[in-house]
């Protein structure tokens, strides 16, 4: 990457390139990922707690394991796409500006792994075992392979997406952007927003609202450390 000023056609044709790479990771990971899908969804559903699910129509069952293959594809390139995505855009930062988007780039994609580790292996297993406890007597427990991949996409990448939260706040902290003081006069809407979020994602129950609302809310508190951590502005954004 060199500093200099590019003609739009350079920007242009770099992007292309660039968005070839992307595309290209995207193909191969698909491609190899498709092998796998089938034995990585059995893993999935056995870490959840399902060793059987039901198909209902024809297709369902292939169009699966091309979603699954997708996710995984997603995944493998991710890399890829954030080193492309960082490279494009790095030589029109400001110095400051550079080295925090270096600083972010990698802890940033292991935080949004993590995150949906986190929301698979913890949130996903607690919200089914509460669903599941409402079954018995003349209501017997079948689930559809589509819904449980809904299900199960619907509640791991949303935590995905908030454990970047904290690395966003400290970056825009560290930018000056946003002042520390900003999340305390924020705190009765992160409130609000965290249990509306839980209000769409997790099923319609008091406890699974809880259960998600809670870990949202904590990542909000966590995020507004971390700017305070962060920020090298004036004592008066830290009210």
């Known amino acids: 990457m060199i500093d200099r000023e590019m003609p739009l056609e350079e920007h242009l044709a770099e992007l292309r390139r660039r968005i070839f790479i992307m595309g290209a990771a995207l193909l191969v990971g698909f491609i190899g990922s498709y092998f796998v899908a089938r034995p990585v969804l059995d893993w999935m ?9 039901i198909v209902v129509g024809v297709t369902e069952a292939f169009f699966s394991m091309l979603k699954v293959a997708l ?3 997603v995944a493998v390139s ?8 960082t490279a494009f855009v790095a030589p029109g930062l400001k110095p400051n500006e550079r080295r925090v988007v270096g600083l972010v780039t990698v802890p940033g994609l292991l935080l949004f792994l993590a995150g949906m580790a986190a929301g698979f292996f913890w949130i996903v297993p607690a919200v089914l075992r509460i669903m599941v406890s409402f079954t018995g007597g003349m209501i017997v427990q079948r689930f559809t392979l589509s819904s449980v991949l809904a299900f199960l996409i619907g509640l791991t990448i ?4 908030i454990a970047e939260l904290p690395l966003a706040g400290g970056a825009l902290s560290r930018l000056g952007i946003v002042s520390p003081g900003w999340y305390a006069r924020q705190r009765r809407y992160a409130i609000l927003m965290a249990f509306t979020i839980a209000a769409i994602l997790a099923p319609p129950d008091a406890l699974s609202m809880i259960l998600m609302a809670g870990p949202i809310y904590l990542v909000y508190e966590l995020t507004a450390v971390v700017a305070r951590l962060a920020w090298r502005g004036g004592p008066e954004g830290r009210g």
């Open 158 to 161: 949303p935590f995905g997406v």
């Open 71 to 73: 996710i995984l594809a």
């Open 78 to 85: 991710s890399p890829i796409w954030v080193y492309q995505i």
């Open 45 to 53: 559903l056995r870490v959840v707690g399902l060793h059987r699910v």
